[in-house]
């Protein structure tokens, strides 16, 4: 279990569907060009 604010992007493809959870950072600044975001983990399920 990975602690702290975050959210899913799931992108399905026709070969495989990857699932990112994104962390959220505290100190973003879309002004700034600061993320407000970084991948902490991440996989992917292929189409069978």
């Known amino acids: 279990m990975l602690s ?3 959210f899913l992007n799931v992108t399905v493809a026709e070969d495989e569907v990857r ?3 994104i ?3 505290d ?3 879309l002004a700034n ?3 407000c975001g970084e991948i902490a983990h ?3 399920l ?3």
């Open 4 to 6: 702290g604010g975050g």
């Open 33 to 35: 060009e600061v993320p």
């Open 42 to 44: 991440s996989y992917s």
């Open 27 to 29: 100190d973003c600044d």
């Open 23 to 25: 962390r959220t950072l």
């Open 46 to 48: 292929s189409a069978e």
């Open 19 to 21: 699932v990112d959870y």
